[in-house]
């Protein structure tokens, strides 16, 4: 009976171990099947980086097909290992059912360039391999300022269609002759 006491108490003390605290779990709420703090995304093709979204949070759909990152949602987007565009806006929202990406509120694109391109919000239409802005755009380049009701940024055909009240004003290199 002591010898059975004894094997009790040694399993007891190895079940009831210190553990190292891991990771406090994600919060749920009633509208998200997931709420985490502090994300960062990196998304790569073939090895190579594509993509970095770092945001404050992230809540993800309780059908999972949602995944929204707000609080200060930035990214780095890459083009053959090198960054191409820095993207701001007040949320992100990945649609995980057809990869369509919707950025709304203060959206901000800048380049290593210098040109900076704000909107109050855009969609990336994977489909169509089409990136819309359809409330309005501006863009700044160093004499250059351009804005449209509209603009639709067709990647499979390298063009980009500015809709509605387009203005381009523009400084030519040693003024007006």
Same mark, same amino acid.
């Given at each position: 009976?002591?010898?059975?006491?004894? %094997?009790?108490?040694?399993?007891?003390?190895?079940?009831?171990?210190?553990?190292?605290?891991?990771? @406090?779990?994600? +919060?749920?709420?009633?509208?998200?099947?997931?709420?985490?703090?502090?994300? +960062?995304?990196?998304?790569?093709?073939?090895?190579? *980086?594509?993509?970095?979204?770092?945001?404050?949070?992230?809540?993800?759909?309780?059908?999972?097909?949602? !995944?929204?990152? *707000?609080?200060? @949602?930035?990214?780095?987007?890459?083009?053959?290992?090198?960054?191409?565009?820095?993207?701001? !806006?007040?949320? &992100?929202?990945?649609?995980?059912?057809?990869?369509?990406?919707? !950025?709304?509120?203060?959206?901000?694109? +800048?380049? @290593?360039?210098? &040109?900076?391109? +704000? !909107?109050?919000?855009?969609?990336?239409?994977?489909?169509?391999?089409?990136?819309?802005? @359809?409330?309005? %755009?501006?863009?700044?380049? *160093?004499?250059?300022? %351009?804005?449209?009701?509209?603009?639709?940024?067709?990647?499979?055909?390298?063009?980009?269609?500015?809709?509605?009240?387009?203005?381009?004003?523009?400084?030519?290199?040693?003024?007006?002759?």
């Amino acid at each position: 009976m002591l010898v059975a006491a004894a %094997i009790g108490l040694l399993l007891a003390r190895q079940a009831w171990r210190v553990r190292p605290v891991s990771p @406090p779990t994600p +919060t749920v709420s009633l509208s998200a099947a997931a709420d985490v703090h502090g994300a +960062t995304l990196v998304l790569r093709h073939q090895g190579q *980086k594509r993509a970095e979204v770092h945001a404050g949070r992230v809540e993800v759909s309780r059908d999972l097909r949602f !995944a929204t990152f *707000k609080d200060g @949602p930035r990214a780095t987007l890459y083009d053959r290992g090198r960054v191409a565009l820095h993207v701001r !806006a007040d949320e &992100f929202v990945v649609d995980r059912q057809t990869n369509n990406l919707k !950025a709304r509120g203060h959206l901000v694109l +800048t380049s @290593p360039q210098g &040109f900076q391109l +704000t !909107a109050p919000e855009a969609v990336w239409v994977t489909a169509q391999q089409q990136l819309v802005f @359809p409330a309005g %755009i501006e863009v700044r380049a *160093k004499d250059t300022v %351009i804005q449209a009701a509209r603009l639709v940024v067709d990647v499979g055909l390298q063009s980009l269609l500015l809709e509605g009240g387009v203005d381009i004003t523009f400084r030519l290199a040693g003024g007006i002759p």
